[in-house]
């Protein structure tokens, strides 16, 4: 899998405001109104990773949900990555209409 240019991914992330992109990774943070909420979307999301056969970094501190992409082969971020941050959106933050 091809490692993404720092140009790529940066216009990949203007569909994407809450991701950040540093440190050879795409990092979001998501908070909840509570420890239900944000257990039952990481729950959600496993289930999508292991559909992608790709993971995330991550970390839960009660309502708020830290996440981290990347590619390891790849040694950076790739397109995996992004449609995994995508499929993240769709479960955490689903369109209203
Ligand atoms: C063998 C398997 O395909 C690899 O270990 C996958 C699994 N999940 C992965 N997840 C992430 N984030 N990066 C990887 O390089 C990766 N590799």
């Known amino acids: 899998m091809l490692k993404l ?3 790529d991914i940066e216009k990949r992330l203007l569909q994407l405001p809450e991701w950040d992109y ?3 990774a795409i990092h979001a943070e998501f908070e909840f109104d ?3 909420d944000c257990f039952s979307a990481m729950s959600r999301i496993a289930f999508e ?3 992608l056969n790709h993971h995330p970094d991550w970390s ?3 309502n708020i949900l830290t996440i981290s992409l990347s590619t390891h082969d790849a ?3 790739t397109v ?5 941050a995508e ?3 769709n479960i955490v933050e689903p369109d209203e209409d």
């Open 87 to 89: 499929a993240i959106e």
């Open 22 to 24: 540093y440190d050879d």
């Open 60 to 62: 839960n501190v009660y």
């Open 80 to 84: 995996k990555d992004f449609k995994l």
């Open 5 to 7: 240019s720092e140009d």
């Open 34 to 36: 509570n420890f239900k």
């Open 75 to 77: 040694k950076g971020v």
């Open 49 to 51: 990773c292991e559909a």
